[in-house]
């Protein structure tokens, strides 16, 4: 059994930061790709930023040279610095892991519980 336990949302001023940290947990054999989605309110879920090894990580538009998506595969961890938040950053944060669970032929996609982000004065 895979869990993921998600951390560090909270409400924070406009230029503010937060770090976003998700740690993978059970029975898994290896990792592909770790991904960071948000929901806001009244909008689809979309997919913020990825990390894989081996590439160059990938962000929305609306992040670029304000988050950092990084990985510790020691700990299966990865985390979201978050800086010069805006309020239209507001919304719950999502991590997505696509992983091999021990055993599976196949791998699977597993998601966090979701933590918020507000940004507001």
């Known amino acids: 059994q895979v869990q993921l336990v998600e951390s560090g949302g909270g409400l924070v001023q406009p230029g503010g930061s937060l770090i976003l940290s998700c740690a993978a947990s059970?029975?898994?054999?290896?990792?592909?790709?770790m991904n960071w989605y948000r929901q806001a309110p009244g909008k689809q879920r979309e997919r913020v930023s990825t990390i894989t090894s081996g590439s160059s990580p990938i962000y929305t538009d609306s992040v670029k040279g304000r988050f950092t998506i990084s990985r510790e595969h020691a700990k299966n961890t990865v985390h979201l610095q978050m800086n010069s938040l805006k309020p239209e950053d507001t919304a719950v944060y999502y991590c997505?892991?696509?992983?091999?669970?021990?055993?599976?032929?196949?791998?699977?996609?597993?998601w966090g519980q979701g933590t918020q982000v507000t940004v507001s004065s």
């Open positions: 997505n892991v696509n992983l091999r669970p021990l055993g599976a032929w196949r791998r699977y996609d597993y």
């Open positions: 059970g029975s898994i054999d290896s990792i592909n790709t």
